[in-house]
């Protein structure tokens, strides 16, 4: 058997991030597909650049095909989400955020997506969503549809003004699903003390409901990653 994962820089040519297979049986590595940087025409500030970095782990669907995210890149240098076929090491990126802080900067999804109940995969982004605060989506896999389902609200990041965003806001973790079919996540910022937010998710209705507010000074702010 293979076991499959992704590096920030490694492919060819040198230092481009990739997608490789570890054989557990020979303990040999392979490289089995270069992610690509993106060009692309515009952007807040020069120079205009796109570095598709990854910083999560890839996921299988039940059709046999891995995908993933990266954080910068695609055709709007935000970020996207991919697949790879490991039965014929092809990588296709399916998937172009567009939303972001002023019309630049990444939209930062960092988490590894999570299979739902109904088979599609959900995953949060950092910024983005109509606020540029972050957001919730699910990608359909039989059509490669991407659909944002929760846009966190706006005024995050400002302790000094306690509860303005008290759903949270900045997710830098993905979703995980509990034995309720309800998923659960955390925000690095927001909620009633500006530390970050525990929260809920359920796909069903689309809602979500922030159940802890992590207090910085006795907390501390969310760190989860993965």
Known sequence: ??????TTGMGAPAG???IFSFDITTNGLAIRATIPQSE?????YPPCYSYSQTRSSLTQASNGIFYGT???GGVNGKGSVFSFNPSTDSFSTIYSFSDGYAGYGYVS???RLAVGPNGLLYGTTGQGGVNSRGSIFSLDTETNEVSTLYSFSNGAGYSDIPGWNADGAGPRAGLTLGADGIFYGSTHDGGLYDGGTIFSFDIN????????SL?????GRERGWR
């Open 215 to 219: 207090d910085m000074p006795s907390s």
């Open 205 to 212: 209705s689309d809602t979500l409901s922030s159940l802890y």
């Open 40 to 44: 692309y025409a515009s952007c807040g």
């Open 16 to 18: 481009m991030p990739s």
């Open 70 to 72: 990266t954080i910068g």
């Open 1 to 6: 058997g293979k076991l499959y994962g992704t």
């Open 109 to 111: 999804p960092n988490g």
